[in-house]
């Protein structure tokens, strides 16, 4: 009786890990999903991180042009028109933007017209 007792607790407590198994690669293919159509904040942080390189949110007459506060249009046309720039064709007017877009996705771009665009410039 014993062992036939333990050997449904052992049946029960594999039927439970299935179950468990499910749920998690379920809860882990929705997070997939989401994760594909929206980036973390602070992903969108680190990529902005490589623009402010640059473009300082107090810009210099004269110098590169900040990006805080231009609207989220007005920012994704200009991006996704340095991206489609051939950086082997790029001219000097283009400076080195089609090449740095060549590692960005349209999601990751769209993530950064946003983000610069809820920015105020500092004056």
Partial sequence: MADG???LRGILAMLCAALVLVFVYQSASEAANAAST???????????ATC???HAPKPEAGGIPS????SADD???RLRAFKAIDPARA???STI???LLQGFDDLQIQALAQW????????
């Fill in 5 to 7: 007792l333990l050997q």
């Fill in 38 to 48: 929206e980036l973390r904040a602070q992903d969108v942080f680190v990529l902005a």
């Fill in 52 to 54: 402010v390189t640059c």
């Fill in 67 to 70: 990006l805080q506060g231009r």
């Fill in 75 to 77: 920012l994704l046309t």
């Fill in 91 to 93: 001219d000097a007017g």
């Fill in 97 to 99: 933007m089609p090449l």
């Fill in 116 to 123: 610069f665009s809820s920015r105020r410039e500092v004056r």
